[in-house]
């Protein structure tokens, strides 16, 4: 019978849908890291891993992204491209090279994944493939361990002013 076979005029499954030379790769998915549940298959995504990296007072939080642009394949365990309800699902299946599997079956292990939803015609390529605290601006983590208060050493004839990431020098008159 066709509909147990599967290939040309049998059933369909998810292998015979992927690209040629490509993978399909599942991340976990929340009604946070999934966009609330609006990704359905057929959208296109941006997968990006935040994580810590670095130790001590050098630590800092890094998200980075792994892969741009990448075709929903399914949504938990459905494939129904004519679905148009939001979904809180578990899993989200994601069409991706093959590098790009191995680098988000590694991810999944060393920080959070999430997705980022593109709007349907946008097909440009990132400008940032990364983000530190330190691009954020503000307080960085040294201001805000001082409750956000500028800390001030004196250098001979100038004072340096350190408020977040931003150090301003001034000359002081004796």
Same mark, same amino acid.
Do not use: C, W
């Given at each position: 019978l066709n509909d147990k076979l599967s290939g040309?005029?049998?059933?369909s499954n998810l292998s015979g849908a992927l690209t040629p030379g490509m993978r399909a790769v599942s991340v976990r998915s929340d009604e946070v890291n999934g966009v609330g549940g609006f990704v359905l298959p057929g959208d296109r995504v941006d997968i990006l891993l935040t994580r810590s990296v670095g130790a001590g007072d050098a630590a800092t939080t890094v998200t980075q992204v792994l892969a741009e642009n990448s075709l929903v394949l399914g949504?938990?365990?459905s494939s129904d491209q004519e679905a148009n309800k939001p979904l809180v699902a578990k899993s989200v299946t994601v069409e991706v090279t093959p590098d790009q599997a191995q680098t988000i079956s590694l991810a999944h292990s060393v920080g959070s994944i999430s997705l980022s939803l593109r709007q349907i015609s946008d097909k440009e390529a990132l400008a940032r493939k990364a983000t530190t605290v330190a691009d954020l601006g503000g307080f960085g983590r040294k201001a805000a361990?001082?409750?956000?208060k500028p800390k001030a050493k004196h250098l !001979?004839? @100038?004072?340096?002013?350190?408020? !977040?990431? @931003?150090t301003i020098g001034y000359a002081v008159g004796r």
């Amino acid at each position: 019978l066709n509909d147990k076979l599967s290939g040309a005029g049998g059933k369909s499954n998810l292998s015979g849908a992927l690209t040629p030379g490509m993978r399909a790769v599942s991340v976990r998915s929340d009604e946070v890291n999934g966009v609330g549940g609006f990704v359905l298959p057929g959208d296109r995504v941006d997968i990006l891993l935040t994580r810590s990296v670095g130790a001590g007072d050098a630590a800092t939080t890094v998200t980075q992204v792994l892969a741009e642009n990448s075709l929903v394949l399914g949504v938990d365990q459905s494939s129904d491209q004519e679905a148009n309800k939001p979904l809180v699902a578990k899993s989200v299946t994601v069409e991706v090279t093959p590098d790009q599997a191995q680098t988000i079956s590694l991810a999944h292990s060393v920080g959070s994944i999430s997705l980022s939803l593109r709007q349907i015609s946008d097909k440009e390529a990132l400008a940032r493939k990364a983000t530190t605290v330190a691009d954020l601006g503000g307080f960085g983590r040294k201001a805000a361990a001082t409750g956000g208060k500028p800390k001030a050493k004196h250098l !001979g004839s @100038e004072v340096r002013v350190t408020r !977040g990431v @931003e150090t301003i020098g001034y000359a002081v008159g004796r």
